[in-house]
């Protein structure tokens, strides 16, 4: 399987990436902090949605939209390891395909940069639930970023 | 243009479709009512975010997973105007495309149904700024139904 | 529905976008000429597949393939009638959802330009037989141009 | 990094394999075989698109289309390797990130099933240009499987 061509390690810690996705997007952890950031290499990032029942649905599953900004947030921060502090880097495309429940538990994220260009970083997001090997969703996202 | 093929007219009333989303997804108007369901046509729908400064990111945009949000909620109510009160229709696949910056305003959904098959329904969604013509996303999604 | 900024008259007519193509993909009609640009107008386009038996496939019906190098012309095309005569756009992504079997008959695609930014060009394509109104596939996609 | 649940071993030995996308498929070899089945394992693959000019595009690059047919392909044999020998299945959503420019070489796709489910399958394929490391596309897709 070929790798991607990415920088040899990360461009950013991983408290130096918590403490600038902190200043950014101070949002996303309104009402109590929801998303951890738990593990950042070059053009990789593992982080993990706490599981809290705001963000259920009928059936008792994970809200999509929940998993949809994990995996976001996952590609921005996968992203910024490669390129660096770069605030203005934005979302293009997102597509999410839904593989099976997620349970009762915190969804973890891995993420990996399938491609880091000069105006464009593509890549892709497997989310499953803690404690568990069964693919909950897959993601393949788009960022475009300012040149540089 | 061709018209996909589906019933002609809204399987429930607008007062139906809002109380049965009030029902089914209780949590999405955590913290006060934000998406509003504006209309309902036979495979089409309008759904409206109301603007509030928590939805920000860096730059002072609307965030991409409120629009997720309200892209799949926008294709549910479409699918449910098709196949009437199914509760357990879950999504499979969402694609979105951001296109423009939105504005510190509303954001308004314009869904409609292009296939609405015995198994999956497949519609796209347009979202636009209130008072403005500028697409600021487009999306495509899935929905597995149950055998009907 | 708003409408995407576009502008008011293709860049380029329907004789000269023909024979634009005929120029820089001399090998789509390798095998005797199946794609036949129909209409173009201002971010839009409408291009015909030619049916014949090489795009079969189990079942009788028309090719996913086929379908795909039929959005992507299209995509190709809206978007020369927006920037002008650029050899070097290439798509960057690419997403078709099949919607229904197709019939023994040409296909049509209608396309139009959703954004049409500076860098990326998104647009959306619509498939359906000849004679028929219904949908067999949609496609979204993006190219990126070169600075102009 | 979870693994999907399927199968321990694939359903079709690759000589079956083979065999059995002559059977279904006679036409992608129209004109000489191009598509070389290569390897199947448990919801996995490996397929080789042989270097051929007609595949070119402006800029001397071999075309998203052949890379989209050759995706399409590997998502049916890896389904296959897990389903067993099942004519009807067929796409229902394939989405396709081009990376970077191939090389004048073979394409190697590899792909493997994210999700076996009874009606729908995903899967993921890798494209890189033979003997390099550098992915040329990454691409997702469904299919669709009759109840079994």
């Known amino acids: 399987m070929p790798k991607p061509t990415v920088v040899p390690q990360s461009a950013l810690a991983l ?28 053009g990789t990032c593992r982080v993990r949605l706490v599981y809290h029942p705001r963000h259920l649905r009928p059936g008792g599953t994970l809200s999509g939209p929940s998993m949809m900004a994990l ?20 979302t293009t495309n997102l597509s999410i395909n839904f593989l099976s429940k997620p349970e009762k538990a915190d969804l973890i994220a891995e993420c990996r940069v399938l491609k880091a260009g000069k105006r464009l970083c593509v890549g892709e997001v497997s989310i499953h639930s803690d404690h568990s090997e069964t693919l909950v969703a897959h993601v393949t996202g788009t960022y475009s970023v300012p040149p540089r």
Chains 1, 2, 3, 4 share one sequence.
Not at 33 to 41: C, H, K, N
Not at 74 to 88: F, M, N
């Open 15 to 42: 408290d130096e990436m918590i403490a600038f996705i902190d200043h950014v997007f101070p949002e996303i952890n309104h009402g109590g902090r929801s998303y951890l950031i738990e593990a950042v290499g070059p």
């Open 71 to 90: 995996a976001d947030l996952a590609l921005y921060v996968a992203v910024l390891s490669v390129v660096g502090k770069v605030e203005l880097a934005v």
